[in-house]
């Protein structure tokens, strides 16, 4: 079957980075769906995961996880899906991922594709729709039903992947939602979102939040730099307020006052922890995504994709991951088809 992948880690820029493939057929196990990609969109984990270093992967190792596709066959345990069915998801990491014309995928991790949606939309939504979701109303004590739940949130870094879709799920949730974007075209998609406010992350945030009459905030997820906005976020958090990560630090962070103080909660989101470690509750994902597929359906919450770029091919990812890289990109960047 056709692939991508590598067997060296690379700058993207070196046009072995990424390879076009011919690789065996995949044959599902019992809980496993052999899907046929129709689409798939890229992340930062893509770009994290590809990044230079001296290993050697012996076989060719296949990347990408957000996918949509049809179901092509399953498993002897599999009762969710049947042949036919289409599907989007954001796999697992510790298997073979999306950058391939058939993948298996766990049918826990799986949802409906939103019948509102083609591949290469639906293909935006689920990793970034997971990570927002488990950090919001499963990490944190908030309810995705509150019509109003009288609580500010800030977004920063809004215009990204996650913060696009954090934007939208927080809105329905009733938060009064501030997103963070420092360029004309980052703001109005922010607000296309459903921000109420938009602030620039490249200027003191505490003075822009006052003239709103936001004085604190009730919660913040800081889904760009964790060591850059750590000390600002404790200034701008209410007492018994919420933190959410999302990317690593670069080194050790002060947890004390004014945190400790505050009782200020703080909140690690990594979507691939529930397939990583095979918890008991790995069905969450489906119900998430099925949930959420039917929000879209209905038309309260929309596709983050901003640009297909072209067909599956190495060529193509390889451009993908170059725009990720230069931190400029807006939304969600998807692949859809292959040559």
Known sequence: MRAVGLTRYLPIDDPQSLQDLELPMPEPAEFDLRVR???????????????????????????????????????AGVTLFQPGDE?????????????????????????????????????????????????LFERMPFDFDAEDNGRSLLVIGGAGGVGSIAIQLARHAGFRVVATASRPQTRDWCLAMGAHHVVDHRQPLGPQLQALGLPEVDVVLNLA???????????????????????????PLRIGDPYKAKCIGMHWEFMFARPRFRTADMICHHRILNRV?????????????????????????????????????????????WN
């Open 37 to 75: 990609v129709e689409a798939v969109s890229v992340n930062p984990v893509d770009t994290k995961l590809r990044a230079p270093k001296e290993q050697v992967e012996p076989q060719p190792r296949v990347l990408g996880f957000d996918a949509a596709g049809v179901v092509e066959a399953v498993g």
């Open 87 to 135: 599907v989007y998801y954001a796999g697992d990491v510790t298997r073979p991922g999306s950058n391939a014309r058939y993948q298996l995928v766990d049918e826990r991790l799986a949802g409906a594709k939103p019948t509102t949606l083609d591949f290469a939309e639906a293909a935006a939504l689920p990793l970034t729709t997971i990570t927002a979701w488990e950090l």
């Open 225 to 251: 730099d964790t060591d850059l906005y750590w000390d600002p976020i404790g200034q701008l958090l209410a007492p018994q307020g919420h933190v959410g990560l999302i990317v690593e630090p670069a080194g």
């Open 293 to 337: 597929g039917s929000l879209v359906e209905a038309g309260e919450l929309k596709t983050t994709l901003t640009e297909v770029l072209g067909p599956i091919d190495a060529a193509t990812l390889r451009e993908a991951h170059r725009r990720l890289e230069s931190g400029t990109t807006i939304g969600k960047l998807a692949l859809a088809g």
